[in-house]
């Protein structure tokens, strides 16, 4: 248990249909973070919040939605998804501003597009 | 922009020493991060270094020279269950973001 929660832990969707990645964290932090990990490829940041404010969006295709409704969870909605960004997304967490602001990963979400 | 610079692959025997290189260049460098990731499992905290030297933590040591951009990894008395990609990664000041090296994956011999 990390603190923080994602759902599903597998989708497999195709590519006109429509779904949602969803991430809560359980640790008071005001920070939260999208990472795309695909195979032999280091960890991509997609999106960055940070109280609550999008502070990032690092060129990621518009068929990702992030959103922050709070400072405890945070989705990414999905939508007209090619093959390749089947990947591993990861959420994670921290607490942002001053030194050492550790981020802590959910499980992941395992998705596949078919 | 940044750079992150890590082996891609390491191989060293159970119970002996290894150590995973780290190089990094980035604008206002915050600190320096090594994660743990097994597969198919997200990545978990390992150490933080912000100012320059070792910092250790039983079997694991991490050290840091920020004028060299260069951090190193030192794991001791390895175990099977060692067997895992190392992750470098680092955090700047201006905006919160922690970007990622590729990975170590290092493979435990018997």
């Known amino acids: 248990e990390t603190g923080v929660t994602q759902t599903p832990r597998h989708l497999v969707m195709g590519m006109t249909n429509k779904k949602s990645l969803k991430c809560e964290q359980h640790?008071?932090?005001?920070?939260m973070y999208w990472y795309k990990q695909s195979a032999k490829k280091p960890l991509e940041l997609m999106f960055v919040y940070s109280l609550e404010e999008r502070v990032e969006n690092n060129s990621v295709p518009s068929r990702f939605s992030p959103e922050c409704p709070n400072s405890s969870h945070l989705f990414l909605h999905l939508h007209t998804l090619q093959p390749e960004d089947s990947a591993l997304y990861l959420c994670?967490?921290?607490?942002?501003?001053?030194?050492?602001?550790?981020?802590?990963f959910g499980e992941g979400s395992w998705l596949t597009v078919v | 922009g940044q750079n992150i610079d890590q082996p891609t692959e390491m191989t060293a025997t159970e119970g002996a020493i290894v150590q995973i290189n780290c190089t990094y260049q980035t604008s206002g460098f915050n600190g320096l991060f090594w994660y743990q990731q097994h597969a198919g499992e997200a990545p978990t905290f390992l150490s933080y270094?912000?100012?320059?030297g070792l910092e250790e933590k039983g079997r694991f040591s991490s050290f840091l020279s920020r004028s060299k951009g260069y951090s190193y990894l030192l794991l001791k008395e390895l175990q099977m269950k060692d067997s895992a990609s190392y992750l470098c990664a680092v955090s700047q000041y201006r905006d919160d973001k922690i970007i990622f090296g590729k990975g170590t994956r290092l493979h435990i011999l018997p």
């Open positions: 994670a967490s921290s607490q942002a501003g001053g030194s050492g602001n550790t981020i802590y």
């Open positions: 270094n912000v100012l320059d």
């Open positions: 640790l008071g932090h005001n920070a």
